[in-house]
């Protein structure tokens, strides 16, 4: 039983910068090569697709909003994926989610493809 964990989320002014984290713990050995992505929820708004990463790394991809100023990243040895966000604005405020695809080792920002989730962790960023 494979568990998604985030840390690093907190309040930030805007311009500044957090780095999330997203741990598996459980099962997780090369059998289990999984894509992974970011999600976020803000009060009263739908889930929406952040960034996404291969199971290699080879493959990324960002939402239009964050493009340029968040970075995706794993460290498979770590069994982690990272968040760097960098350049945050008000906007940005939201619960941050990782994902996990158990079974498919692909990159993909449709979140019906994602069957493993974390429990959230804040961002707030003030103006």
């Known amino acids: 039983q494979v568990q998604l964990v985030e840390s690093g989320g907190g309040l930030v002014q805007a311009g500044g910068s957090l780095r999330l984290s997203c741990a598996a713990s459980?099962?997780?050995?090369?059998?289990?090569?999984?894509?992974m992505g970011w999600f976020r929820q803000a009060p009263g708004k739908e889930r929406e697709f952040v960034a996404t990463?291969?199971?290699?790394?080879?493959?990324?991809t960002y939402a239009d909003s964050v493009k340029g100023r968040f970075t995706i990243s794993r460290d498979n040895a770590k069994n982690t994926v990272y968040l760097q966000m960098n350049s945050l604005r008000p906007e940005d405020t939201a619960v941050y989610y990782c994902?996990?695809?158990?079974?498919?080792?692909?990159?993909?920002?449709?979140?019906?493809?994602?069957?493993?989730w974390g429990q959230g962790t804040q961002v707030t960023v003030s103006s």
């Open positions: 994902a996990a695809r158990r079974y498919n080792s692909g990159a993909t920002y449709y979140i019906r493809d994602y069957d493993l």
């Open positions: 459980g099962r997780t050995g090369s059998s289990s090569a999984m894509g």
């Open positions: 990463i291969s199971w290699t790394g080879g493959t990324t």
